[in-house]
Protein backbone atom coordinates (compact mmCIF):
# COMPACT_ATOMS: atom_id res chain seq x y z
CA UNK A 1 0.00 0.00 0.00
CA UNK A 2 2.93 2.28 0.83
CA UNK A 3 4.67 1.78 -2.40
CA UNK A 4 0.90 2.78 -4.02
CA UNK A 5 0.59 5.72 -2.34
CA UNK A 6 4.45 6.96 -3.74
CA UNK A 7 3.69 6.10 -7.47
CA UNK A 8 0.65 8.30 -6.89
CA UNK A 9 2.60 10.88 -5.68
CA UNK A 10 5.26 11.11 -7.97
CA UNK A 11 2.50 10.90 -10.72
CA UNK A 12 1.09 13.64 -9.44
CA UNK A 13 4.23 15.86 -9.26
CA UNK A 14 5.05 15.21 -12.51
CA UNK A 15 1.28 16.13 -13.69
CA UNK A 16 2.49 19.48 -12.20
CA UNK A 17 5.26 20.33 -13.56
CA UNK A 18 4.06 19.26 -17.10
CA UNK A 19 0.93 21.75 -16.48
CA UNK A 20 3.55 24.49 -15.24
CA UNK A 21 5.52 23.38 -18.45
CA UNK A 22 2.75 24.24 -20.93
CA UNK A 23 1.13 27.15 -19.55
CA UNK A 24 5.09 28.85 -19.80
CA UNK A 25 5.10 27.76 -23.78
CA UNK A 26 1.20 29.15 -23.87
CA UNK A 27 2.75 32.68 -21.88
CA UNK A 28 5.70 32.90 -24.42
CA UNK A 29 3.44 32.03 -27.56
CA UNK A 30 0.89 35.00 -26.38
CA UNK A 31 3.87 37.48 -25.93
CA UNK A 32 5.56 36.73 -28.97
CA UNK A 33 2.22 36.73 -30.79
CA UNK A 34 1.42 40.18 -29.01
CA UNK A 35 4.52 41.73 -29.82
CA UNK A 36 4.76 40.81 -33.61
CA UNK A 37 1.10 42.47 -33.90
CA UNK A 38 2.41 45.45 -32.49
CA UNK A 39 5.64 45.46 -34.67
CA UNK A 40 2.89 45.10 -37.34
CA UNK A 41 0.89 47.77 -35.87
CA UNK A 42 3.95 50.20 -36.02
CA UNK A 43 5.69 49.08 -39.72
CA UNK A 44 1.85 49.85 -40.67
CA UNK A 45 1.55 53.30 -39.05
CA UNK A 46 5.24 54.33 -40.73
CA UNK A 47 3.62 53.04 -44.03
CA UNK A 48 1.03 55.44 -44.02
CA UNK A 49 2.84 58.39 -42.61
CA UNK A 50 5.13 58.06 -45.07
CA UNK A 51 2.45 58.14 -48.03
CA UNK A 52 0.97 60.70 -46.36
CA UNK A 53 4.28 62.78 -46.51
CA UNK A 54 4.85 61.60 -49.65
CA UNK A 55 1.10 63.15 -51.07
CA UNK A 56 1.80 66.11 -49.73
CA UNK A 57 4.51 66.84 -51.37
CA UNK A 58 3.67 65.62 -54.64
CA UNK A 59 0.22 68.28 -53.91
CA UNK A 60 2.64 70.93 -53.16
CA UNK A 61 4.68 70.28 -56.12
CA UNK A 62 1.62 70.60 -58.63
CA UNK A 63 0.64 73.45 -57.20
CA UNK A 64 3.88 75.40 -57.48
CA UNK A 65 3.99 73.98 -61.03
CA UNK A 66 0.40 75.32 -62.47
CA UNK A 67 1.24 78.60 -60.44
CA UNK A 68 4.36 79.14 -62.33
CA UNK A 69 2.45 78.15 -65.57
CA UNK A 70 0.37 80.90 -65.01
CA UNK A 71 2.91 83.55 -64.66
CA UNK A 72 4.68 82.16 -67.59
CA UNK A 73 4.10 82.36 -71.12
CA UNK A 74 3.38 78.96 -73.11
CA UNK A 75 5.86 78.27 -75.87
CA UNK A 76 3.84 75.90 -78.25
CA UNK A 77 5.75 72.97 -80.03
CA UNK A 78 7.07 73.20 -82.99
CA UNK A 79 9.86 71.47 -85.42
CA UNK A 80 11.38 74.69 -86.71
CA UNK A 81 14.46 75.19 -86.72
CA UNK A 82 14.20 79.31 -86.81
CA UNK A 83 11.29 80.65 -85.06
CA UNK A 84 8.41 82.21 -87.32
CA UNK A 85 8.13 86.34 -88.22
CA UNK A 86 4.45 86.74 -87.55
CA UNK A 87 4.41 90.71 -86.47
CA UNK A 88 3.91 91.28 -90.42
CA UNK A 89 -0.20 90.86 -90.78
CA UNK A 90 -0.70 92.07 -87.25
CA UNK A 91 0.86 95.20 -88.46
CA UNK A 92 -0.67 95.08 -91.46
CA UNK A 93 -4.27 94.81 -90.11
CA UNK A 94 -3.34 96.80 -87.37
CA UNK A 95 -1.95 100.12 -88.31
CA UNK A 96 -3.02 100.06 -92.29
CA UNK A 97 -5.47 102.96 -93.43
CA UNK A 98 -8.22 101.78 -95.43
CA UNK A 99 -6.51 103.28 -98.97
CA UNK A 100 -3.30 101.94 -97.96
CA UNK A 101 -4.90 97.95 -96.95
CA UNK A 102 -6.73 98.18 -101.09
CA UNK A 103 -3.48 98.85 -102.75
CA UNK A 104 -1.93 96.28 -101.01
CA UNK A 105 -4.23 93.55 -101.83
CA UNK A 106 -6.02 94.97 -103.94
CA UNK A 107 -9.19 94.82 -102.46
CA UNK A 108 -10.40 97.11 -99.42
CA UNK A 109 -10.99 95.80 -95.84
CA UNK A 110 -15.05 94.76 -96.35
CA UNK A 111 -14.59 92.58 -99.45
CA UNK A 112 -11.49 91.03 -97.50
CA UNK A 113 -13.98 90.35 -94.51
CA UNK A 114 -16.47 88.68 -96.77
CA UNK A 115 -14.01 86.65 -98.67
CA UNK A 116 -13.34 85.44 -94.70
CA UNK A 117 -16.25 84.82 -93.79
CA UNK A 118 -17.16 82.73 -96.63
CA UNK A 119 -14.02 80.38 -97.04
CA UNK A 120 -12.40 81.06 -93.69
CA UNK A 121 -13.81 77.72 -92.53
CA UNK A 122 -12.07 75.97 -95.08
CA UNK A 123 -8.61 77.33 -94.46
CA UNK A 124 -8.67 76.70 -90.91
CA UNK A 125 -6.02 74.21 -89.89
CA UNK A 126 -5.67 72.18 -87.00
CA UNK A 127 -1.58 70.81 -86.18
CA UNK A 128 -0.30 69.27 -83.63
CA UNK A 129 3.67 70.48 -83.85
CA UNK A 130 3.87 74.06 -83.96
CA UNK A 131 0.86 76.36 -83.88
CA UNK A 132 -1.31 77.06 -87.43
CA UNK A 133 -1.18 79.76 -89.71
CA UNK A 134 -4.62 81.23 -89.17
CA UNK A 135 -7.18 81.50 -92.28
CA UNK A 136 -6.75 85.44 -92.12
CA UNK A 137 -2.63 85.48 -92.74
CA UNK A 138 -3.13 82.54 -95.72
CA UNK A 139 -5.85 84.57 -97.24
CA UNK A 140 -3.85 87.74 -97.55
CA UNK A 141 -0.80 85.91 -98.40
CA UNK A 142 -2.76 84.62 -101.56
CA UNK A 143 -4.37 88.08 -102.30
CA UNK A 144 -0.92 89.60 -102.27
CA UNK A 145 0.39 86.92 -104.26
CA UNK A 146 -2.25 87.16 -106.74
CA UNK A 147 -2.70 91.17 -106.83
CA UNK A 148 1.13 91.93 -107.33
CA UNK A 149 2.43 89.28 -108.57
CA UNK A 150 5.32 89.17 -106.44
CA UNK A 151 7.84 86.25 -106.36
CA UNK A 152 6.93 83.33 -103.59
CA UNK A 153 10.70 83.75 -101.96
CA UNK A 154 9.54 87.69 -101.74
CA UNK A 155 6.60 87.12 -100.08
CA UNK A 156 8.61 84.44 -97.67
CA UNK A 157 10.69 86.68 -96.50
CA UNK A 158 8.18 89.21 -95.80
CA UNK A 159 5.66 87.01 -94.10
CA UNK A 160 8.26 85.18 -92.39
CA UNK A 161 7.31 81.67 -93.62
CA UNK A 162 9.38 78.76 -96.12
CA UNK A 163 8.84 79.66 -99.91
CA UNK A 164 6.72 76.43 -99.69
CA UNK A 165 5.12 77.08 -97.04
CA UNK A 166 4.13 80.30 -99.35
CA UNK A 167 3.50 78.01 -102.47
CA UNK A 168 1.23 75.43 -100.94
CA UNK A 169 -0.88 78.21 -99.21
CA UNK A 170 -1.61 80.15 -102.26
CA UNK A 171 -2.37 76.76 -104.38
CA UNK A 172 -4.93 75.60 -101.12
CA UNK A 173 -6.58 79.03 -100.98
CA UNK A 174 -7.11 79.56 -104.77
CA UNK A 175 -8.58 75.91 -104.81
CA UNK A 176 -10.90 76.76 -102.38
CA UNK A 177 -11.85 79.82 -103.72
CA UNK A 178 -12.54 78.14 -107.08
CA UNK A 179 -13.80 74.97 -105.44
CA UNK A 180 -16.46 77.14 -102.85
CA UNK A 181 -17.23 80.28 -104.94
CA UNK A 182 -17.13 79.71 -108.51
CA UNK A 183 -20.75 78.52 -108.60
CA UNK A 184 -22.18 81.53 -106.41
CA UNK A 185 -19.84 84.28 -107.62
CA UNK A 186 -19.44 83.18 -111.78
CA UNK A 187 -21.87 80.48 -113.02
CA UNK A 188 -25.08 82.23 -111.32
CA UNK A 189 -24.57 84.88 -113.61
CA UNK A 190 -25.39 82.43 -116.68
CA UNK A 191 -28.65 83.07 -117.67
CA UNK A 192 -30.42 79.87 -117.61
CA UNK A 193 -34.58 81.08 -118.22
CA UNK A 194 -36.37 83.06 -120.85
CA UNK A 195 -36.31 85.92 -118.17
CA UNK A 196 -32.70 85.92 -117.67
CA UNK A 197 -31.81 85.65 -121.45
CA UNK A 198 -34.13 88.71 -121.65
CA UNK A 199 -32.92 90.31 -118.60
CA UNK A 200 -28.98 90.04 -120.30
CA UNK A 201 -30.26 91.12 -123.83
CA UNK A 202 -31.47 94.44 -122.15
CA UNK A 203 -28.65 95.77 -120.25
CA UNK A 204 -26.51 94.86 -123.36
CA UNK A 205 -28.39 97.18 -125.45
CA UNK A 206 -28.86 99.94 -123.32
CA UNK A 207 -25.42 99.85 -122.14
CA UNK A 208 -23.53 98.72 -125.24
CA UNK A 209 -25.74 99.82 -128.36
CA UNK A 210 -26.47 96.15 -130.00
CA UNK A 211 -29.55 94.43 -130.65
CA UNK A 212 -30.55 90.71 -129.20
CA UNK A 213 -26.89 90.01 -127.82
CA UNK A 214 -26.43 88.81 -124.19
CA UNK A 215 -22.75 88.23 -123.81
CA UNK A 216 -19.37 88.33 -125.30
CA UNK A 217 -16.72 85.92 -125.73
CA UNK A 218 -13.02 86.80 -126.21
CA UNK A 219 -9.38 84.58 -125.30
CA UNK A 220 -6.42 85.88 -123.78
CA UNK A 221 -3.32 84.24 -123.44
CA UNK A 222 -1.79 83.41 -119.54
CA UNK A 223 2.00 83.41 -119.68
CA UNK A 224 3.81 80.17 -118.44
CA UNK A 225 7.05 78.97 -118.36
CA UNK A 226 7.90 75.88 -121.25
CA UNK A 227 6.12 73.06 -119.70
CA UNK A 228 7.57 69.43 -119.36
CA UNK A 229 7.36 66.96 -122.09
CA UNK A 230 10.01 67.85 -125.08
CA UNK A 231 9.45 68.91 -128.31
CA UNK A 232 5.86 68.25 -128.62
CA UNK A 233 4.87 70.45 -125.77
CA UNK A 234 7.33 73.35 -126.65
CA UNK A 235 5.19 73.50 -130.18
CA UNK A 236 2.37 72.99 -128.20
CA UNK A 237 1.97 75.62 -125.86
CA UNK A 238 4.14 78.06 -127.89
CA UNK A 239 1.39 80.71 -129.07
CA UNK A 240 1.09 82.95 -132.05
CA UNK A 241 3.00 85.74 -130.00
CA UNK A 242 6.21 83.94 -129.61
CA UNK A 243 5.60 82.75 -125.97
CA UNK A 244 4.09 79.98 -124.06
CA UNK A 245 0.95 79.89 -122.19
CA UNK A 246 -2.23 78.73 -122.00
CA UNK A 247 -5.19 80.05 -123.60
CA UNK A 248 -8.52 81.44 -121.06
CA UNK A 249 -11.52 82.03 -122.97
CA UNK A 250 -14.54 83.46 -120.99
CA UNK A 251 -18.04 84.76 -121.64
CA UNK A 252 -18.52 88.69 -120.51
CA UNK A 253 -21.85 90.32 -119.37
CA UNK A 254 -22.72 94.05 -119.84
CA UNK A 255 -21.47 94.50 -116.45
CA UNK A 256 -18.19 93.36 -116.83
CA UNK A 257 -18.63 90.14 -115.32
CA UNK A 258 -17.69 86.79 -116.16
CA UNK A 259 -20.48 83.89 -116.81
CA UNK A 260 -18.24 81.67 -118.20
CA UNK A 261 -14.80 80.73 -118.15
CA UNK A 262 -12.40 78.31 -119.36
CA UNK A 263 -9.14 78.08 -118.82
CA UNK A 264 -6.00 74.97 -119.61
CA UNK A 265 -5.48 74.70 -123.24
CA UNK A 266 -2.58 74.97 -125.09
CA UNK A 267 -1.51 78.21 -126.22
CA UNK A 268 -1.08 77.42 -129.84
CA UNK A 269 -4.76 76.31 -129.77
CA UNK A 270 -7.09 78.25 -132.23
CA UNK A 271 -10.23 80.09 -130.56
CA UNK A 272 -12.77 78.07 -132.47
CA UNK A 273 -11.21 74.82 -131.75
CA UNK A 274 -11.13 75.61 -128.03
CA UNK A 275 -14.77 76.71 -128.00
CA UNK A 276 -16.19 73.86 -130.08
CA UNK A 277 -13.84 71.48 -127.56
CA UNK A 278 -15.83 72.72 -124.28
CA UNK A 279 -18.72 71.79 -123.06
CA UNK A 280 -21.00 75.17 -123.59
CA UNK A 281 -20.38 74.78 -127.30
CA UNK A 282 -22.46 71.25 -126.75
CA UNK A 283 -25.16 72.62 -124.26
CA UNK A 284 -25.70 75.48 -127.11
CA UNK A 285 -26.22 72.73 -130.31
CA UNK A 286 -28.45 70.91 -127.77
CA UNK A 287 -31.06 73.83 -127.05
CA UNK A 288 -29.30 75.82 -124.14
CA UNK A 289 -30.45 78.91 -125.50
CA UNK A 290 -34.14 79.90 -125.57
CA UNK A 291 -36.31 79.62 -128.27
CA UNK A 292 -37.30 83.66 -128.07
CA UNK A 293 -35.84 86.18 -130.64
CA UNK A 294 -36.49 89.54 -132.29
CA UNK A 295 -38.54 90.07 -136.03
CA UNK A 296 -35.91 91.87 -138.02
CA UNK A 297 -37.27 92.31 -141.47
CA UNK A 298 -38.03 88.63 -142.56
CA UNK A 299 -35.92 87.23 -140.00
CA UNK A 300 -36.18 86.01 -136.49
CA UNK A 301 -32.94 86.68 -134.32
CA UNK A 302 -32.24 84.58 -131.68
CA UNK A 303 -30.27 85.53 -128.53
CA UNK A 304 -26.49 86.45 -129.21
CA UNK A 305 -22.99 86.43 -128.18
CA UNK A 306 -20.45 88.38 -130.27
CA UNK A 307 -17.32 87.40 -130.99
CA UNK A 308 -14.10 88.48 -133.24
CA UNK A 309 -13.52 86.77 -136.70
CA UNK A 310 -11.78 83.78 -134.97
CA UNK A 311 -15.22 82.24 -134.29
CA UNK A 312 -17.39 80.25 -136.35
CA UNK A 313 -20.70 82.13 -137.46
CA UNK A 314 -23.45 80.80 -136.10
CA UNK A 315 -27.16 81.91 -136.02
CA UNK A 316 -26.34 82.63 -132.18
CA UNK A 317 -22.92 83.82 -132.86
CA UNK A 318 -22.17 86.86 -134.53
CA UNK A 319 -18.83 87.82 -135.75
CA UNK A 320 -17.64 90.59 -138.01
CA UNK A 321 -17.48 90.69 -142.10
CA UNK A 322 -14.32 89.72 -143.39
CA UNK A 323 -14.51 90.29 -146.72
CA UNK A 324 -11.58 91.75 -148.51
CA UNK A 325 -13.73 95.00 -149.22
CA UNK A 326 -16.24 96.10 -147.18
CA UNK A 327 -19.39 98.17 -148.42
CA UNK A 328 -20.15 100.84 -145.88
CA UNK A 329 -23.18 98.84 -144.43
CA UNK A 330 -20.72 96.08 -143.62
CA UNK A 331 -17.90 98.33 -142.11
CA UNK A 332 -21.00 100.11 -139.51
CA UNK A 333 -21.35 96.67 -138.53
CA UNK A 334 -18.36 95.84 -137.87
CA UNK A 335 -18.09 99.01 -135.87
CA UNK A 336 -21.07 98.57 -134.12
CA UNK A 337 -20.13 94.58 -133.36
CA UNK A 338 -16.37 96.09 -132.03
CA UNK A 339 -17.84 98.35 -129.93
CA UNK A 340 -20.20 95.76 -128.24
CA UNK A 341 -17.32 93.56 -128.02
CA UNK A 342 -15.44 96.13 -126.01
CA UNK A 343 -17.05 94.82 -122.48
CA UNK A 344 -14.84 91.97 -123.01
CA UNK A 345 -11.25 93.80 -123.32
CA UNK A 346 -12.51 96.23 -120.40
CA UNK A 347 -12.84 92.94 -118.57
CA UNK A 348 -9.91 91.21 -119.27
CA UNK A 349 -8.24 95.15 -118.65
CA UNK A 350 -9.35 95.11 -115.17
CA UNK A 351 -8.82 91.28 -114.37
CA UNK A 352 -5.10 91.69 -115.47
CA UNK A 353 -4.71 94.96 -113.83
CA UNK A 354 -5.95 94.00 -110.67
CA UNK A 355 -4.54 90.85 -110.03
CA UNK A 356 -0.73 91.12 -112.20
CA UNK A 357 0.39 87.76 -111.61
CA UNK A 358 -1.44 87.14 -114.61
CA UNK A 359 0.43 89.41 -116.61
CA UNK A 360 4.12 88.32 -115.76
CA UNK A 361 5.33 84.50 -116.47
CA UNK A 362 4.24 82.18 -113.86
CA UNK A 363 6.85 79.47 -112.70
CA UNK A 364 3.63 76.84 -111.75
CA UNK A 365 3.02 74.25 -113.47
CA UNK A 366 -0.10 74.48 -116.17
CA UNK A 367 -2.58 73.22 -113.38
CA UNK A 368 -1.90 75.31 -111.22
CA UNK A 369 -1.75 78.19 -113.81
CA UNK A 370 -5.17 77.08 -114.33
CA UNK A 371 -6.16 77.39 -111.35
CA UNK A 372 -4.91 80.63 -110.62
CA UNK A 373 -6.56 82.11 -113.30
CA UNK A 374 -10.31 81.32 -112.28
CA UNK A 375 -9.90 82.27 -108.83
CA UNK A 376 -8.78 85.43 -110.13
CA UNK A 377 -12.03 85.44 -111.95
CA UNK A 378 -14.13 84.80 -109.02
CA UNK A 379 -12.45 87.63 -107.32
CA UNK A 380 -12.86 89.93 -110.06
CA UNK A 381 -16.98 88.77 -109.80
CA UNK A 382 -16.84 89.45 -106.14
CA UNK A 383 -15.67 93.04 -106.06
CA UNK A 384 -18.07 94.12 -109.10
CA UNK A 385 -20.57 92.41 -106.54
CA UNK A 386 -19.10 94.11 -103.47
CA UNK A 387 -19.11 97.94 -105.50
CA UNK A 388 -15.26 97.55 -104.84
CA UNK A 389 -13.97 99.53 -107.65
CA UNK A 390 -10.22 99.49 -109.19
CA UNK A 391 -7.97 102.60 -109.42
CA UNK A 392 -8.32 104.04 -113.50
CA UNK A 393 -4.22 103.61 -112.87
CA UNK A 394 -4.54 99.86 -112.47
CA UNK A 395 -6.75 99.36 -115.05
CA UNK A 396 -5.09 98.49 -118.34
CA UNK A 397 -7.54 99.75 -120.60
CA UNK A 398 -6.35 102.86 -119.20
CA UNK A 399 -3.26 104.99 -119.84
CA UNK A 400 -0.30 104.98 -116.86
CA UNK A 401 -2.06 108.43 -116.16
CA UNK A 402 -5.36 106.98 -115.74
CA UNK A 403 -7.11 109.87 -117.77
CA UNK A 404 -7.24 108.72 -121.16
CA UNK A 405 -8.55 105.35 -122.85
CA UNK A 406 -5.84 103.52 -124.64
CA UNK A 407 -6.11 102.17 -128.41
CA UNK A 408 -7.85 98.98 -128.82
CA UNK A 409 -5.10 97.81 -130.63
CA UNK A 410 -2.75 98.46 -127.76
CA UNK A 411 -5.03 97.30 -125.19
CA UNK A 412 -5.18 93.97 -126.71
CA UNK A 413 -1.29 93.85 -127.09
CA UNK A 414 -1.19 94.98 -123.29
CA UNK A 415 -3.49 92.02 -122.36
CA UNK A 416 -2.47 89.31 -124.63
CA UNK A 417 -5.26 88.85 -126.16
CA UNK A 418 -5.70 86.05 -128.44
CA UNK A 419 -5.04 86.92 -132.32
CA UNK A 420 -6.05 83.68 -133.96
CA UNK A 421 -6.17 83.46 -138.12
CA UNK A 422 -10.10 84.19 -139.20
CA UNK A 423 -12.52 80.96 -140.16
CA UNK A 424 -14.42 81.21 -143.24
CA UNK A 425 -17.59 81.63 -142.90
CA UNK A 426 -20.27 78.39 -143.81
CA UNK A 427 -23.41 79.02 -142.01
CA UNK A 428 -25.86 79.73 -144.68
CA UNK A 429 -28.59 80.60 -141.93
CA UNK A 430 -26.04 82.64 -140.01
CA UNK A 431 -25.33 84.71 -142.48
CA UNK A 432 -29.07 85.82 -142.86
CA UNK A 433 -29.04 86.86 -139.41
CA UNK A 434 -26.14 88.89 -140.04
CA UNK A 435 -27.42 90.47 -142.68
CA UNK A 436 -30.64 91.13 -141.06
CA UNK A 437 -28.97 93.11 -138.12
CA UNK A 438 -26.45 95.20 -141.03
CA UNK A 439 -29.50 96.15 -142.76
CA UNK A 440 -30.94 97.47 -139.24
CA UNK A 441 -28.21 98.90 -138.33
CA UNK A 442 -27.58 101.16 -140.70
CA UNK A 443 -31.34 102.18 -141.40
CA UNK A 444 -30.92 103.38 -137.63
CA UNK A 445 -27.87 105.74 -138.33
CA UNK A 446 -29.57 106.85 -141.74
CA UNK A 447 -32.44 107.39 -139.93
CA UNK A 448 -32.34 108.30 -136.38
CA UNK A 449 -34.38 106.08 -135.16
CA UNK A 450 -34.58 102.83 -133.17
CA UNK A 451 -36.30 100.26 -133.86
Not at 158 to 177: D, F, N, P, R
Request: aromatic share 10%; charged share 25%.
Amino acid sequence: MAVVRGFRGFNMAGNEQSSQAELFILVNAIRETRRRRFNMQMALHHLVTRRRQVLNVSLLLLLLISFQRDNIATVPRSCRRLGRNTGWWDTVWNTYSDARFKKTFRISRSTFKFILNRIGPFLARQTVTEEPISPELRLAICLYRLGRGDYLYTIAEMAGLGVSTVCLIVQEVCQVLVDHLWSECVSCHMPNTQEDFKKKILDMEEFWQFPCCWAAIDGCYIPMKCPPGGLEACKEYHNFKNFYSVVLMAMIDSHYRFVWGSCGFPGNSHDAVIFKSTDLWNSIQDGFIPLIGKSVGDVNVPPLIVGDSAFPLQTWLMKPFTNAVLSPQQRYFNYRLSRARMVSEGAYGQLKGRWRVLLRKSESNRDQVRITTLACMVLHNICIMKGDTISKKLDLSNESNGQEKRSREEIRKLLLMTDCPSVRDISFEGSKVRNALCKKLWLEKETGLVS
